[in-house]
């Protein structure tokens, strides 16, 4: 069973930047997609940026500010956020689907967006 650890997470001011990392203690042969997620208090967890066949796919609320990249190499997914703002405050977790029926999930790295 893989486990990924995430870290980077932490208290920024509004306009900053955090770079989130996702690494999996294995190699997850057969990934089809990497992808992070993130739930704010009250609020249904949702997709937020993911690479699937090697295109990457963000929510409409990030786009122009994330970017999600993957280092197949060291078997880690980074999630880049700028320009951060108040909205983006969330537990964020990152998530690796593999074939046949492989569902990996981080355990959550907070994300506070405040001045």
């Known amino acids: 069973q893989a486990q990924l650890v995430e870290s980077g997470g932490g208290l920024v001011q509004p306009g900053g930047s955090l770079r989130l990392s996702c690494a999996a203690s294995?190699?997850?042969?057969?990934?089809?997609?990497m992808g992070w997620y993130r739930q704010a208090p009250g609020k249904q967890r949702e997709l937020v940026a993911i690479i699937i066949d090697g295109r990457t796919k963000y929510v409409d609320s990030v786009k122009g500010r994330f970017t999600i990249s993957r280092d197949s190499a060291k078997n880690t997914v980074y999630l880049q956020m700028n320009n951060l703002k108040p909205e983006d405050t969330a537990v964020y977790y990152c998530?690796?689907?593999?074939?046949?029926?492989?569902?990996?999930w981080g355990q959550g790295t907070q994300v506070t967006v405040s001045s």
């Open positions: 294995r190699s997850l042969a057969s990934t089809i997609a």
């Open positions: 998530n690796v689907k593999t074939i046949p029926a492989g569902d990996y």
